[in-house]
């Protein structure tokens, strides 16, 4: 026996026909006629010097030879398909994919894109908004913008202003509660997707920021940044708002922060391609484009004390 590999057209029919369970489907698939795949499949057994498949009349089953074969065929064919994706992608300077969270995505990114289009119309900006954590090169992503504290090893990484929150409402209510300690019977709105920060970044912690001693025991809990803050735009309740989500609302009135005191988490967001990849022309205009909007609205901050939430003493 030679541990010479055989042909990869074989390797792939049988990849195929193994995914399938079936010689017919993986024929079509691959755009051959199943005699043709059959005689692919057989020439592998006689390479090999055993079966791989026990044939039935309308079915086949897979031998132990075959169920040995199959996950490292299926994983490498799968390998190497990303590869030639990866390398076809480094030829294309017209296409964008960026992934970023649905929060981000509808509150920040989403109202700005027109800006990034008109100055770069060029590019072909595709979107994909979900909070799953993607693999850059298998999932044929050019660029992820993800919060947290960060450990992004392998990667080109560029972390951003750190991430702070404040209570946000509508003028409305504004007139209404005037104080922090007013908000203890005001509607308050939660944001749990940021239930993670530790130390964590709530309304406890706000209310002691603000020297006021208080849990809120009921009020609307939202998964989602964005939605917490659209409840708070409908006039719904008060929300602590995160920077880069209230912003825009914050400029165009829909919403006030009345009280000027900010907390401020060590989480941030951070840009974040391959290794490499940065210098690649549509990614560069990108990451210089996000990072000078962010810096474009950096001055509200200058309107707010902000105090880290690692100096606020523990309930």
Not at 178 to 197: G, M, N, Q, R
Not at 246 to 264: N, S, T, W, Y
Request: with cysteine; net charge negative.
């Amino acid at each position: 026996m030679t541990d010479r590999l055989p042909p990869l057209t074989a390797l792939r029919a049988f990849e195929a026909a193994a995914r399938h369970m079936s010689f017919a489907k993986a024929a079509e698939e691959l755009h051959v006629t199943p005699a043709a795949l059959s005689f692919q499949i057989k020439s592998l057994e006689v390479h090999l010097g055993t079966t791989l498949f026990i044939r039935r009349n309308r079915a086949v089953d897979l031998t132990e030879a075959g169920k040995t074969l199959a996950p490292g065929t299926s994983e490498g064919f799968q390998t190497l398909t990303a590869a030639w994706r990866a390398t076809q992608r480094l030829q294309d300077n017209t296409t964008l994919t960026v992934t970023a969270g649905p929060a981000m995505t509808a509150k920040w990114l989403a109202p700005r894109l027109y800006d990034f289009a008109r100055a770069y119309p060029e590019i072909e900006l595709r979107i994909s908004a979900n909070l799953r954590m993607a693999d850059l090169e298998r999932d044929e992503v050019d660029v992820a913008i993800r919060f947290g504290y960060g450990v992004d090893e392998g990667l080109y990484s560029v972390p951003v202003r750190k991430e702070w929150l404040t209570p946000v409402m509508t003028p409305e209510l504004a007139r209404k509660y005037t104080t922090p300690e007013s908000l203890t019977d005001a509607p308050l709105i939660h944001d749990d997707s940021i239930d993670f920060l530790d130390p964590p970044c709530n309304w406890p912690t706000w209310f002691r920021a603000v020297g006021v001693e208080f849990t809120p025991a009921r009020g609307a809990h939202f998964s989602n940044a964005d939605h917490a803050v659209d409840a708070a735009c409908a006039g719904v309740g008060v929300a602590l708002g995160r920077r880069p989500m209230i912003i825009k609302d914050l400029l165009e009135g829909r919403l006030v922060a009345p009280f000027k005191v900010a907390i401020e988490t060590e989480a941030r967001f951070r840009f974040l391609c391959q290794r490499g990849a940065e210098t690649r022309p549509q990614i560069a205009a990108f990451r210089d484009w996000f990072l000078a909007e962010i810096e474009r609205t950096a001055h509200i901050s200058d309107d707010f004390t902000i105090i880290p939430v690692k100096d606020i003493p523990a309930a």
